[in-house]
């Protein structure tokens, strides 16, 4: 095979925004060109143009091309956009149709094209190995591998067995190989524990627990958790909202801090994705800090421990995003100060953010990850928590794993949670599933896990027969039924968003408040404002967030609650839409636009990070967007008294079983259904999530 170097990457936006200037036209091509097709498919919005684009690139960098390389190329960029990590080929080759989610009227189409391509998987692989444009790496099959070959910077990559191969853009599957060869190593490289002085604390932390338990309730996860978490460097936590995440890694933070040997050195650092979700994290482990602290007495000075603990931050602020960039100022060559790093709402991590987390952190210091594996995946690339807790529910746990467990936590394993030691991957051994909700017994709760198991009967008999106006659905409402949620409330459900709005109205307008009185004000009216939100599945048609947020303003104003002038005016609820680390806003984060403390015209956006509050001046605030409705992926990591969630007429193929489920956990007392049509709940349980990923078998070694 000839070779090839290739120093830029074709998926970077600012390189496939110079595919699309200057890619040739594929019209002045051969009528039976493969890129004629690409780009008509384009053009009826079945693809996107930059995927077709990049496939026109791909004929620029190898003229001898093949339709089926060239047809991969597309349908790849398109997966990743869908937030898919790779592409698999076998089932492109058999189910194309299933691959590509394609509205019926392009079947007709599809079959026919696919017709001229490759009839079988071998003849699809043979056409991509002839590109001097892909890696092949890895290839498995009946045991015998076959030697990777030679990196000349390839822009795409084949990967895995022969039996389910997998297609790459170079950059993905160095992330993926990144992740893995990090997960592996810091959940194998065991460390040093005093079992008896870990028992010793252990107890003290936690109440106590049957130790002759036989069933997965009375195990006590969270202890167990703390205890595994002690013998190596990653910790994968995960459990359903109430099942006490953050409680548990408090409790961690406790017996690190008591069994180091020089603790008031210990370096402790907090984050999450987004600003909401560290604030969240950091209010959580506070407050179960001082719950110990005042438990303990003086065993343990938690008190000055927990002063010494950083603000939590989002993971683009610890990491140093840099403008313009995706590269971090911490990184494999100027590693992370920290001796330990929580990072909280993991499932939105996606997979470029946590290879560069991994390759950041000290070799050594322990880093704890947390997070609902069933909720949404990342709105980009990747399921990373997904992969890693894909057989979580069932344990894994080796027999030394069983013996460590009652040892140092005093917990019996059940044997349902054991698995031959044979098949205990380290990362098994590393992951702990929290199976008790302590704070989500109620309808919601019961929802949320009929939802997540798939127990339609069950999930549509909660929501329609709960009489105490906790759960309610509104069955194809009118878009003014919905807008008369938003300035009044329901029955039963009264938080809207009059809560916030008559506070903000309560000030006097040129009042100047002193600092005590405006910062008591601003806090009461995001709080206020955190009562009540709806949560849409799209951004686009009647019942996505543009739209929404648009109608909702304008009811709003018509019942003399909102006054808009313009873009900004007091009360315009913003998230912001980029990452700005100067200004210390990122991507996700909510805040509510008011005067400042002197009352004048002048208007600051206002964030509440716990009790601290930060603001920024509109003028200097460009990314950002009206926030009455946001999506259920912008929603995770926040939680409301009352929420809303919105399923939409027509789009039925984008909802999923864990968007309705990640919907439903963002309320806390209150929850309220809208479906467009009749049967989208339904449909919605039927269907799950699934993201093609190379992960799991990486991490198998497969």
């Given at each position: 095979?000839s ?15 110079s595919?699309?200037q ?8 051969s009528?039976a060109?493969?890129l ?21 690139f ?8 093949t339709?089926a390389?060239?047809?991969s190329?597309a349908v ?6 869908r937030?898919?990590?790779?592409l ?5 080759v ?36 002839a ?16 030697q990777?070959e ?12 022969l039996?389910e ?10 992330h ?10 810091r ?6 524990v ?8 252990l ?12 069933s ?16 190596a460097?990653?910790t ?9 995440k ?8 406790a ?31 506070d407050a179960?800090?001082?719950e110990?602290?005042?438990?303990l ?19 683009h ?9 995706r590269?971090?100022r ?13 990072v909280?709402?993991?499932?939105m ?39 890693l ?14 013996w ?7 917990q ?13 991957t ?13 704070r989500?017994g ?35 409402p009118?878009?003014?039924t ?19 709005l ?9 009042v ?11 806090k ?10 709806i ?35 007091a ?5 912001v ?8 806003v990122?991507?996700?984060?909510v ?28 003028s ?6 009206t926030a009455?409705?946001?999506?259920v ?5 926040s ?9 939409p ?37 039927e ?14 070694g497969?």
């Amino acid at each position: 095979m000839s070779t090839f170097t290739f120093t830029q990457d074709p998926s970077d936006a600012a390189m496939t925004e110079s595919i699309l200037q200057d890619a040739p036209n594929p019209l002045t091509a051969s009528i039976a060109d493969p890129l004629v097709t690409l780009h008509s498919w384009a053009d009826k919005g079945w693809l996107r143009r930059l995927d077709s684009a990049l496939a026109a690139f791909m004929r620029e960098l190898d003229p001898a091309a093949t339709p089926a390389l060239l047809v991969s190329t597309a349908v790849l960029a398109q997966m990743e956009g869908r937030g898919h990590t790779c592409l698999p080929l076998r089932r492109l080759v058999t189910q194309p149709d299933e691959i590509l989610a394609w509205p019926p009227a392009a079947r007709e189409d599809l079959n026919a094209f696919w017709k001229t391509l490759p009839a079988s998987l071998a003849g699809w692989l043979d056409a991509l190995r002839a590109s001097p444009l892909v890696r092949s790496v890895s290839l498995k099959h009946a045991g015998d591998a076959m030697q990777d070959e030679p990196d000349h910077g390839q822009p795409l990559v084949l990967s895995s067995s022969l039996d389910e191969p997998l297609l790459y853009l170079r950059r993905y599957w160095l992330h993926e190989r990144e992740v893995a060869f990090e997960v592996l190593q810091r959940t194998s490289a065991s460390q040093i524990v005093d079992e008896v002085l870990a028992r010793q604390w252990l107890d003290r932390l936690f109440d106590p627990v049957d130790s002759t338990a036989v069933s997965a309730c009375e195990v006590d996860w969270q202890k167990l958790a703390c205890a595994v978490a002690l013998r190596a460097s990653l910790t994968v936590i995960t459990g359903g909202p109430g099942t006490g995440k953050t409680y548990t890694a408090a409790r961690l933070l406790a017996l690190l801090f008591a069994m180091h040997t020089e603790p008031q050195r210990l370096r402790v650092a907090l984050a999450a994705p987004t600003g909401k979700a560290a604030a969240r994290l950091r209010q959580s482990i506070d407050a179960s800090l001082q719950e110990l602290s005042a438990r303990l007495g003086n065993e343990l000075d938690l008190q000055a421990f927990t002063r010494r603990i950083g603000a939590a931050r989002t993971l683009h602020s610890l990491l140093g995003a840099r403008p313009d960039t995706r590269a971090f100022r911490f990184n494999a060559s100027h590693l992370l100060d920290v001796d330990i790093l929580i990072v909280d709402e993991a499932s939105m991590v996606h997979l470029e953010m946590m290879s560069a987390l991994l390759q950041a952190m000290p070799w050594g210091a322990k880093l704890i990850l947390l997070g609902d594996k069933d909720q949404l995946a990342s709105v980009e690339a990747g399921a990373v928590l997904g992969d890693l807790c894909r057989e979580t529910m069932g344990g894994r746990y080796s027999q030394q794993t069983a013996w460590y467990a009652q040892a140092v936590a005093g917990q019996a394993l059940p044997l349902e949670f054991l698995g031959k030691d044979s098949h205990a991957t380290a990362l098994a051994q590393q992951t702990v599933m929290l199976r008790r909700s302590r704070r989500f017994g109620g309808v919601i709760g019961q929802l949320a896990l009929a939802v997540n198991g798939g127990n339609n009967k069950l999930a549509q008999h909660l929501i329609t027969s709960d009489k105490a106006g906790v759960l309610h659905a509104m069955r194809q409402p009118s878009v003014d039924t919905v807008l008369g949620l938003a300035v009044r409330g329901r029955l039963g459900a009264a938080a809207c968003y009059a809560d916030y709005l008559r506070l903000v109205g309560s000030r006097p307008a040129g009042v100047v408040l002193d600092a005590p009185r405006h910062e008591a004000w601003v806090k009461s009216i995001l709080v206020a404002f955190d009562r009540f939100r709806i949560l849409c599945a799209v951004h686009e048609g009647e019942w996505g967030t543009k739209s929404l947020n648009q109608t909702v303003q304008q009811a709003l104003a018509d019942a003399g609650l909102l006054k808009p002038r313009g873009e900004w005016f007091a009360g315009r609820p913003v998230m912001v839409t980029r990452n700005n680390a100067e200004l210390g806003v990122f991507n996700g984060d909510v805040g509510v636009t008011l005067p400042g403390i002197s009352g004048s015209a002048a208007l600051r956006v206002y964030f509440l990070d716990g009790d601290s509050l930060r603001s920024v001046g509109v003028s200097r605030l460009a990314h950002a967007e009206t926030a009455f409705a946001m999506t259920v992926h912008k929603s995770q990591g926040s939680e409301f008294l009352h929420t809303a969630l919105v399923l939409p007429a027509g789009g039925a193929r984008g909802l999923t079983r864990e968007l309705v489920y990640t919907g439903i956990t963002r309320a806390r007392e209150r929850f309220t259904l809208i479906e467009g049509q009749p049967g989208l709940l339904h449909r919605a349980i039927e269907q799950q999530s699934e993201r093609a990923s190379g992960l799991g078998l990486q991490l198998d070694g497969k």
